[in-house]
Structures are given as structure tokens and as C-alpha cells.
């Protein structure tokens, strides 16, 4: 996010999107540059469907039966049209980072189910 080719450099923490190997998109993961120096922070994926939302918390049943507790702020990007209002009951796919034991969501999408 919010970079340019100048920013992308060796050890850049990025995502890639790419179609029959070329590029197509690439976001820069700034979020917490201070903490990745440090080491104080990893990655997660989770999915299931959000049992509860109360401020800043999200209770997400995922499907091996175990509840998590992911935190959203003002770096956590709703797509598909969803809100932090609208997604108790949905079925979602979660991206973020654990820092300090806690899982922080950057990116909330529904799940895309398999035909």
C-alpha cells in the first residue's frame, strides 16, 4: 500500500499480485515497519464465521471448533462491502498480524466458497 517502485527494495515486506507471472499489483506492508525491525510481529490467516463484534473486538467461530479473538483498527481494510456493523453471521477469510499476542486484522473479505 501507498508506495512506489522507489520504496521496493531488498527486505521490503510486499504482496504480490500476479497474472501468468507479471505483476499486476503490489502492496507494500508499512503498517508496522517498527515492530518487523524488531522482530515483535508475525503474520495469521483465519476463517470462519463472526459470532460477535463489540468495538474494537471480533469473535470468529472457525471451522476446527476453536473461537478467536481478532482486534480491527483503523488499518483494517473491509472489502466486499463489508462494515464492522455487518459482519456478524458472515462467513469471512481474514488476514492480519499477531503483535504482542494479540491478532490484529488488516484485511476482512468474505470467504469464497468452492463450487
Do not use: C
Amino acid at each position: 500500500e501507498d508506495g512506489t517502485r522507489h520504496n521496493l527494495k531488498t527486505g521490503a515486506l510486499v504482496e504480490v499480485t500476479a497474472i501468468n507471472g507479471v505483476a499486476k499489483e503490489i502492496e507494500f506492508d508499512r503498517d508496522h515497519d517498527s515492530d518487523h525491525d524488531q522482530g515483535t510481529w508475525s503474520e495469521f490467516d483465519a476463517e470462519g464465521i463472526v459470532s460477535y463484534v463489540m468495538d474494537s473486538t471480533i469473535t470468529l467461530d472457525t471451522f476446527n471448533g476453536v473461537s478467536q479473538t481478532i482486534y480491527v483498527d483503523n488499518m483494517t481494510r473491509y472489502e466486499d462491502r463489508l462494515t464492522l456493523a455487518t459482519l456478524p453471521g458472515k462467513r469471512v477469510e481474514i488476514e492480519g498480524i499477531v503483535r504482542n499476542g494479540q491478532k490484529i486484522a488488516r484485511e476482512i473479505e468474505l470467504e469464497e466458497l468452492d463450487d
